[in-house]
Nanobody, 126 residues
Framework: RIQLVESGGGSVPTGGSLRLACVASRYTRGVYSMAWFRQAPGKSREGVAAIDNDGRTAYANSVKDRFTISQDSDKDTTYLQMNSLKADDTAMYYC????????????????????WGQGTQVIVSS
């Protein structure tokens, strides 16, 4: 079992940027696929981005070309760089990890990941 702790959320104006970080309690590179999900008030959870052990990535259409998921193996940290933020990006963002998802594809963003963090709030003001 691993624990995931997110950070980096905050309040920014439209067009601004944030970088979210997810620190794992144990080594994840090469073992777990990682992902970011988000949930806005009154809406269902949405997969945002995912990355697997070989560096393959998948993104929701709503964030393509604006968000980038990456990993820092030395620090057991997964990042989500968010640029050109819009009011619709306002949500609680959650980091997730799964040892059984080997290859990331578009359908990974609909998967039920095994481990979850507590979330970090992102507010984009118009």
């Amino acid at each position: 079992r691993i624990q995931l702790v997110e950070s980096g959320g905050g309040s920014v104006p439209t067009g601004g940027s944030l970088r979210l970080a997810c620190v794992a309690s144990r080594y994840t590179r090469g073992v777990y696929s990682m992902a970011w999900f988000r949930q806005a008030p009154g809406k269902s959870r949405e997969g945002v981005a995912a990355i697997d052990n070989d560096g393959r990535t998948a993104y929701a259409n709503s964030v393509k070309d604006r968000f980038t998921i990456s990993q820092d193996s030395d620090k057991d940290t997964t990042y989500l760089q968010m640029n050109s933020l819009k009011a619709d990006d306002t949500a609680m963002y959650y980091c997730a990890a799964d040892p059984f998802i080997v290859e990331v594809s578009a359908t990974t963003l609909d998967a039920n990941f095994t481990y979850w963090g507590q979330g970090t709030q992102v507010i984009v003001s118009s």
